[in-house]
Structures are given as structure tokens and as C-alpha cells.
């Protein structure tokens, strides 16, 4: 039997969102123990969510540097890897740490707030034998990896249209104030460049490439905030082109009054189309030009591509949803640090999908502030063995 991979997570307190889904989705598998974490720089919330997640006080670090040191003297049970789930500004200097000290990383999105910085971090793993994932979560899920196979498929054409959408409600009233959440996704120190473009916006770039299985490589955008003062956009509009020849639109928005965390993609080629939402994450549907519309279901009972069965755990009927896949990107990532294989091998978004999202997020900025002139992406190459999903 494999070994359970032993994780330390920096961020994600008591009142912090994300974290939580991340300590459930690591511990789903049964292949990951969380033993450590630097959760909050309060001292009394650290301490309060370690025993409440079973640790000792000793393994409730005040801050990343603490946690590494103390560690470090811990040969038999030590750390293993690190769960990033701070804001953005975080990522970038705590997974280089982590990296430099021979800690695997999984680092929430996007990676950092400047493409140059992501540029630092892909050195530093191109001279380290550790692994690092970024959470684009919706590439967890099973019928994503079905779309993207019926869309590679020569019957269904060449692909000229794709449409991704990301829309959310709980920015369209002013919510900055009394609500950490809320505040440092606004703020251009905390956030980066890009509010909801870089939020949300990140996954619909992820997902368009990812079942395209092309890369953006120009696009226009066109971003606003609805509120004075909020300096980061809430709202935005992109049209884009892939490698491929395809051409597409992106909207990623968290004043849609009403919405709750509605990711839907529509791909269009020359024979048939595909729409998926993640509200309804388990049907997949297939409109063929002949008329035939079919549904695609989940489950472990049913005629999906390997890809996608790997991915589900139940039979059909059996709601599977964001924990789920959530918790396919932590298994991967164990079963890849056991096996010694970069986690791209399996499936995993890395520090190619890194580079290229920030690339993607610096050039829909630069386009926004030239009244929507065109840009070109331009992501750096990464070494031979850390080309990503679309090598």
C-alpha cells in the first residue's frame, strides 16, 4: 500500500472559504494527511482551526517560515507537500519557499499577480526535483475530460466557435467592507492585476483551452467596475482566438444579480456542439447536425472515454459535484509524487497552465486600458518535461 502523502497548509483559517474545501478534498482519497498548517497570522485563530482539525498545538505555525523551520527536525512525519490558499499576493514567494526547501506545492489560482514573477517560479522548478499543481478545480471534473475527447473526435469537426461564461451575484451591491473575502479580491495589492477577471475569469481561460485543446493566443477585452472606487473590475467581456483557428467569447462577471457560480461552456464544430455547466456537472450534451441530441451522464456504469471513468467514483445517479473534483486534482497529485511523474502526465494543471494564465490575465488588462485594441498572449516556453495539458 502507498504511503499517505503528509500535507501542511499555509492560510485557510477559521471564516476562510477556500481552505476548508481544500482539507476536504485532500482528505477524500484517504492518500493525504493533513499534519501542519500555518492557517492564519492571528494566533489564537491558527491555534483555534488546528485543534479543530485534530492537531497539536506544536504543528500550529504562526506563519510559513516557522512551519518550515520547525519541519525540517521532524524527519518521520514531517510535511511532505504545502497547500497554498492565501490571496494571490502569497502564492508565488511561499511556493518558491516551499519548492526551495524540497516541498511539493498545490497552489490555488491564479498563480501570482505578475507574469514575471510566475516566470521566477517556473526557474526555480526547472532546478528542483519537486512537483507543483495549480487548482483549476473544473478540470477535475469527469464530463469535462468526456468533452474534451467527443471534441477531439475527427466526426465532430474541426472546432470554430467556443463560448465560456463565469457569472456570479455576490459582488453586484458593495461588500468590501466587513468582508475579508470580498476585500482583497478587489485590492490590486492583494488580488493582482484583475478582480473577477482573475477570480473567476482564470477558470473560463482554463476550461475554453483545456476542452478546446488549443491555446488562446490573441484576444480583446473590455473590463469595468459598476462602483466607484472598487479598483478592480467586476464585470468584463473578452473575444478571443485560439491556435486552432477557433474564434470565441468569455464573460466573467460578479454582478449578475441571482447567479451562483454558473461556469458554462458551449463548443461548436463543423458536425456537432457541445454545452456543459457546472451547476449541472454530471450531463453532458451533444447536438449533432443531423438533429440527434444527446446526453452524456457520469458514472462508473457508463460508456465514457478512460479519462473521465478515472474520474468518477460512483454509479450513475449518484450526485457528484466540486468537492469531487476538487478532490481528482489531490489524488492525481498524490498518486503523482508517489509514482515520481510530473503531474502534467496526470492530468494536472502545473506551472504551463501557470505561465499561460497570467499571460492571459496581463494581456485581457492591457487590452482593456488600450479601449480594447488587440493583444496577443504571450506565454513563456517551460522546460521539456513541464509542457502542461496541451504539450
Known amino acids: 500500500m502507498a504511503a499517505r502523502l503528509r500535507m501542511g497548509m499555509v492560510g485557510g483559517g477559521s471564516g476562510a472559504f477556500i481552505g476548508a474545501v481544500h482539507r476536504m478534498a485532500a482528505a477524500l482519497d484517504g492518500r493525504i494527511d493533513l499534519v501542519c498548517g500555518a492557517f492564519s497570522r492571528d494566533h489564537a485563530n491558527c491555534q483555534a482551526t488546528g485543534a479543530e482539525l485534530g492537531l497539536g498545538a506544536e504543528r500550529c505555525y504562526p506563519h510559513l517560515d516557522a512551519m518550515l523551520a520547525g519541519e525540517s527536525v521532524r524527519p518521520a512525519d514531517a510535511m511532505q507537500c504545502l497547500s497554498i490558499v492565501t490571496p494571490n499576493h502569497m502564492h508565488v514567494p511561499m511556493a518558491v519557499q516551499a519548492l526551495r526547501a524540497g516541498i511539493h506545492v498545490v497552489s490555488d489560482k491564479p498563480a501570482g499577480i505578475s507574469l514575471g514573477e510566475v516566470e521566477a517560479l517556473g526557474e526555480v522548478l526547472d532546478n ?170 457520469a458514472g462508473v456504469d457508463k460508456p465514457l472515454c478512460e479519462e473521465a471513468l478515472a474520474r468518477c467514483r460512483m454509479p450513475s445517479g449518484h450526485p457528484e459535484g466540486y468537492i469531487e473534483a476538487f478532490a481528482n486534482l489531490y489524488r492525481s497529485f498524490a498518486f503523482a509524487i508517489d509514482g515520481g511523474s510530473t503531474p502534467s502526465a496526470l492530468g494536472l494543471p502545473g506551472i504551463a497552465e501557470a505561465l499561460r494564465g497570467m499571460a492571459f490575465l496581463e494581456a485581457a488588462v492591457a487590452s482593456n486600458s488600450a479601449h480594447g485594441e488587440w493583444q496577443a498572449i504571450k506565454a513563456p516556453a517551460t522546460g521539456p518535461d513541464r509542457k502542461g495539458l496541451l504539450a
Request: net charge negative; with cysteine.
Open 128 to 297: 528542483c526535483d519537486a512537483a507543483y499543481c495549480l487548482t483549476h478545480t473544473y478540470l477535475g471534473y469527469p464530463m469535462v475530460w468526456q468533452a474534451r475527447h467527443l471534441a477531439s473526435r475527427p466526426e465532430f469537426g474541426p472546432i470554430r466557435k467556443v463560448r465560456v461564461e463565469y457569472t456570479q451575484g455576490w459582488l453586484a451591491q458593495r461588500a468590501e467592507s466587513g468582508n475579508k473575502q470580498a476585500a482583497w479580491r478587489v485590492d490590486p495589492e492583494l488580488a493582482g492585476p484583475a478582480g473577477a477577471l482573475g477570480d473567476i475569469g482564470s477558470h473560463a481561460h482554463s476550461l475554453a483551452e483545456f476542452v478546446c485543446g488549443s491555446r488562446m493566443d490573441s484576444l480583446s477585452a473590455r473590463l469595468r467596475s459598476h462602483f466607484e472606487g472598487r479598483a478592480l473590475d467586476d464585470d468584463g467581456e473578452i473575444l478571443f482566438t485560439l491556435e486552432n483557428g477557433a474564434t470565441g467569447s468569455l464573460v466573467s462577471s460578479q454582478v449578475c444579480v441571482g447567479d451562483e457560480n454558473d461556469l458554462t461552456i458551449r463548443t461548436y464544430g463543423t458536425n456537432a456542439s457541445l454545452e456543459w455547466r457546472q451547476m449541472e456537472p454530471n450531463s453532458l450534451i451533444e447536438r449533432r447536425s443531423d438533429g440527434v441530441v444527446l446526453v452524456h451522464r
